[in-house]
Each structure stands twice: as C-alpha cells, then as structure tokens.
C-alpha cells in the first residue's frame, strides 16, 4: 500500500512524469497536497508517541512565560519565543498548578545543588546567606529530594545568576504529569504548534527552491525531501526547541541570500526580521553570524555597495533585528545586577559577561549564550558506534548523517553536492548559500564537543533539501531525471514503511531500527518516545507488573498507571522471578554488560524498550 502511495504522490509531484494531466495541476496545489501528506503523517506518529524525555519541561517553562517569568526556570537555557509558541494553546485549557509546582515557581522550593554556567555541579549551602534554615522533602514516583530554605532576608535562587535549570525540569513533570492536568491533552496541543512550524519550514523551502530555479517540479522535488525526510518527521513534532530553530534558520538564511541577490532596503529589513526571529528560538542561532560573514565577503565584489551603503545597511538589519529579540524578553530589559566576587567564583562567571554587563540588553540573552557557550567547550557524554566519550568525536555529525538518513536521501545529497561543486560558478547566490551555510554548519557541530542528536541538524536538512532541487533543475538528461525521481520516491517509500516510529528511524544500510541502539542512542534513538506502545504491550500479554529501567519521563509512566519497581543494572542481578524491561539507551550503560551478554530479550516493543523474562 505505501509503495503505491508513494509512487501515486512522490514521481507527479516532482514533476518528471510527463503526463498532460500532471503538468495541468498547479504547483501551489501539489505542494499543498505534499504538506498535507506531511501533516497527516505528524500528527498520527505526535498522537501514539509518549512524552519524550524533555517535552514536559518545555511546556511548564512555556507556561511560566506566558505568565511574565522571563529570569527564572529555563530562561538560561533556550530563549522564550520557541516555548511561546509551543504553549499559546495552553492559554485556553483549564490549567492547575500543584502546591509544589507553586512554590517552585516562587522560587520557595528547589535542589539542594545547582549548576555553574560551565556545568559543575555545585551545593546551594555554598551561596546560602547566614541563618538559613532547610527542610528536605521527596518528590515521588523516584524520591527526588528537594529542599525549601527559610532565610532572615531572601531566599538564595533569588540570585540573578543562579542556574534553574534542574527546577525547571521538575517543574515541567509535575506541572504536566503531576495528576492536576492532562497532560496527554496538553502535550498534543504544543505537538501541534510545532507541527505548523514545520509545515511552515517546506513551504520556505518550496518557494525557496521556487525562485533560485524557476522550475515547480524542482521545488516540488525540495519539498518532497523535507515532507519524507524522517528526521523532520520525528523531531518536527517534538515540543522542543530544534524546530523552531529550523524554521528560523531557513527563513533568515533564505533572506539574507535574496538581500546578496538584490541588497535593497526592504531585503535586509526582512532578513533583519527573520534573523531576529530565528535567534529568539534557540542560541544555536548563533551561527548565522560567521555564515552571513562568509556569505558577504565571497559576494563583496558583486555586491558593489559603497560605505554609505553599508553603513546604513548594516543599521538597518541590527534596527529590525533586535527589537524582535527584545520583544521576546518582555519586559526584562534592564542589565544584569553586578556580581559580587563569590558569584564570579561559585558559577564561574566569563570576563567578557562581567566587562559588557551593563550593556548586555536582554541580559537573559547573554546569559544563556554564556552557558551555551561554556556547555558546548566542556563536552557532554555521547556515544558512538559502541563507544563513550565526554568530549565527543569530530565526526560524530558526519557519521549519524549517514546512518539515520535514508540511504537515497544521501545518494541524492552526495551526487547534488558533487555536481555543485562541478559548476559552482554557474550556481545562483540562492543556491550557493545553501551549501556555504551547510558547509559552516556542520564545521561548527563537528568542532563542538557536545555531540548528541541528529536532531540539531535539522536546519541543514531544510537547506540541503533546497540545494538538491537545484541541482535536480540543471539536470539535461532526461534519464537522470528519471534517477532523481527514483531516488525521492524511494526516500517516500522508507519514509512511509517507517511510520510512526520516526525516532528511532535508521538507514536501511546499517539494518534499519532494529539495529539503531548499536550506533546511537539519547534523541537519535530512545527518547521516552514509546511509554504508550509498553502500555499496550504489558496489557497485550496481560503483564500485571515489571522492573524498569527507562529512559525518558518516570511521571509519564505513572500517568499510564503502568505497575512498576524501578531498578538499575546493579539490583537486578537479584532479579529471581518477573518481567525485566530495560530502555536501549540505559541497556548499553556498563551496568548493563552483564545482561547483554548472558541473556537475549524474549519481546522488544517498538525496537528501543528490552523485554527480558525471569528465571
């Protein structure tokens, strides 16, 4: 049945089959049919995936947003405008806050330890005022201590520069799963605002493609890899950060290439306007920064303005630019407090935040940029191919590429950018900054030593997306353009047989996703995506209780009243009789050597949750 869907929408729509009914229908309404297939497949995999690991936090510190907190949970971490649009929905839904979720918010009640800005963890008594007193408390399903400090004058995450990072997390769970809401309910209405972002995302890449080539079936073609790419349709529906910034990143760079095109006022104004946007999303955004500069300085000649020229232009992008960005940050405009001298020692303050306080407007802003920045140089634990490392691998980006994309996907990618490279210098400004900025992209993920997901490629995908179809519209040959067309409708196929369980999406090349835990795992594999599918299982087998080892949100399995004992690697040796379920992501620990190598799982359900059975 797919084979026949993807043959009926995917080789018409690119426009390469010459039939006179084909070339009748307009382009708007083929692309229109494509988003709608794209939107159908979103929205079935958003309804049966469960909360993955950190979609609860992004909707509680979207609430709090929409409720005028700015400077305290998450703000740090990503900026407001994705969560913004994530929550609105939540605006009209009867919402309950608990107790403990209340006093999170105040600030009242939080972990005994924080973060520095470059990551150390770090006890909360270090900055406590003289006097305070502490009274510890657990949070259930996992006992998470939590500690509420009554202090003579005011309570210690007051500070400015404090890390909320932890509360907003828990914050998020209760605020979500925590038994007032539901949660369920919840979680799908933010799925469905980034839903439209990614809708929203194919159609640039649609008119994108459009413009630079003047041809619809090459930009049927671009959008046709973006509707069944299965990155995009696994993370696209994800309330996270990764796709606003896609869409943001698309649009600016899509911008600032027709500004190169033709630098008039009203292109750098809404390339001010896009940037602006794409940078409220997530501090990832960054990288436009050295993209554009290398852009300009390739193009300087061409451009042929002159000082005035620039000058005025240059005012201009930064006058559209950054009040999109200070209306994000409503109201919290005024610069930072200064830090005393035990601030700057306890949460590692840089120089160049301390030197540029009092300019440094929003200031919440470059707080998170600082923290990014410290977290991206200190590493994160990854793994690769059946190994660990903290500071990660250069190729690490390069190789998840390959192996969670389509293998025609990658055909078709390898081939666009050789022939591109081929003849560059007939290339348009439009397509040749898709690959400059790809190229700058990947530079900047492979240098970086936090390497987790491929999800955070997304806004090469999108590019990527538009340089193919560039290249497919130059192709002489009618017989290649019968390969293209195979190669996109084989994309559609993989994308179609791999429904709804995008996630955990591999290349055919390397077994597919029953083989996915043995490359990666974390967002590339095993999120917490497939509470719901264990639900239906243990109900199927009419398994009354298990132990479990999951990795994702220990509320949401509550929430799905599924009977469980928690237990890690090292209590389970004791296990004599029951059901064992163990998340891959937690099963490739060394915990868990033991069990890898003297059992096999009876049952795996949807390829990432181990199913072992005792004696």
Not at 191 to 204: E, I
Not at 236 to 244: P, S
Request: one cysteine or more; glycine letters at 8%.
């Amino acid at each position: 049945m797919f084979g026949n869907v993807a043959e009926f929408i995917v080789e018409p729509l690119t426009g390469f089959a010459e039939t006179p009914a084909v070339r009748k229908i307009p382009a708007k309404w083929l692309a229109a049919s494509l988003l709608t297939v794209m939107a159908a497949l979103m929205v079935g995999a958003s309804w049966q995936d469960s909360a993955t690991v950190d979609e609860a936090s992004h909707l509680g510190v979207g609430y709090l947003f929409w409720h005028g907190s700015r400077t305290r949970m998450g703000a740090e971490e990503h900026p407001p405008l994705g969560s913004l649009v994530a929550t609105a929905p939540l605006l009209f839904m009867d919402v309950k806050l608990s107790d403990e979720a209340r006093a999170m918010w105040r600030g009242e009640l939080g972990y005994p330890w924080t973060l520095s800005w470059n990551g150390e963890i770090r006890s909360v008594g270090d900055i406590l005022p003289p006097g305070c007193e502490a009274r510890y408390t657990q949070i259930p399903p996992l006992g998470d201590v939590l500690v509420q400090f009554h202090c003579p004058d005011t309570y210690p995450i007051d500070n400015w520069y404090y890390s909320a990072v932890p509360e907003a997390q828990m914050f998020g769970k209760i605020f979500t799963y925590g038994g007032l809401n539901d949660g369920d309910a919840m979680l799908f209405t933010g799925r469905m605002m980034q839903t439209v972002l990614t809708l929203l995302t194919g159609l640039v890449i649609f008119l994108w493609t459009r413009r630079a080539t003047n041809d619809d079936a090459a930009a049927l073609a671009a959008l046709a890899m973006w509707v069944f790419n299965p990155a995009a349709l696994g993370y696209g529906h994800v309330v996270n950060t990764d796709i606003g910034a896609t869409f943001g990143i698309t649009l600016a760079v899509y911008r600032f290439a027709r500004f190169v095109e033709q630098p008039t006022l009203r292109n750098v104004t809404l390339c001010g306007l896009a940037t602006g946007l794409a940078m409220s999303m997530k501090f990832t955004t960054l990288i436009l920064g050295p993209a554009f500069i290398l852009i300009l300085a390739l193009s300087w000649k061409k451009l042929k303005l002159s000082l005035r020229d620039c000058v005025r232009m240059g005012a201009l992008f930064l006058i559209t630019a950054w009040p999109v960005i200070l209306i994000a940050y409503l109201p919290h405009w005024a610069p930072a407090p200064p830090p005393s001298e035990r601030d700057v020692a306890f949460f590692n303050i840089p120089a160049w935040f301390r030197a540029f306080r009092p300019i440094l407007i929003p200031p919440e802003l470059f707080k998170g940029i600082a923290i990014a920045l410290a977290h991206t140089s200190g590493g994160h634990e990854g793994y690769l191919l059946g190994k660990w490392s903290h500071t990660g691998w250069w190729y690490f980006f390069p190789v998840a590429f390959v192996v969670k994309s389509p293998v025609a996907l990658v055909i078709l990618v390898a081939a666009a950018l050789t022939l591109f490279c081929k003849h560059f210098r007939e290339a348009s400004v439009l397509e040749s900054t898709v690959w400059l900025v790809c190229a700058v992209y990947l530079a900047v993920a492979m240098k970086s030593r936090v390497d987790i997901g491929i999800r955070h490629l997304l806004p090469m995908y999108a590019m990527l997306s538009v340089g193919v179809g560039c290249v497919i519209s130059r192709l002489a040959s009618q017989k290649l353009k019968m390969v293209a067309a195979t190669l996109v409708g084989w994309q559609a196929i993989s994308a179609l047989l791999a429904y709804p369980l995008y996630i955990q999406f591999f290349s055919e090349a390397v077994g597919g996703a029953r083989n996915g835990y043995k490359y990666l795992f974390d967002s590339n594999y095993d999120w917490g995506q497939d509470a719901n599918r264990l639900k239906t299982f243990l109900d199927e087998r009419q398994i009354h209780h298990i132990y479990l080892d999951y990795y994702g949100n220990q509320f949401s399995i509550e929430y799905l009243k599924i009977p469980n004992t928690r237990i890690d690697g090292e209590h389970a040796r004791q296990i004599r009789q029951g059901t064992l379920v163990v998340s891959a992501s937690q099963l490739m620990q060394p915990q868990w050597a033991w069990l890898r190598d003297s059992r096999q799982p009876i049952a795996r359900v949807a390829y990432t949750l181990f199913v072992y059975q005792f004696p």
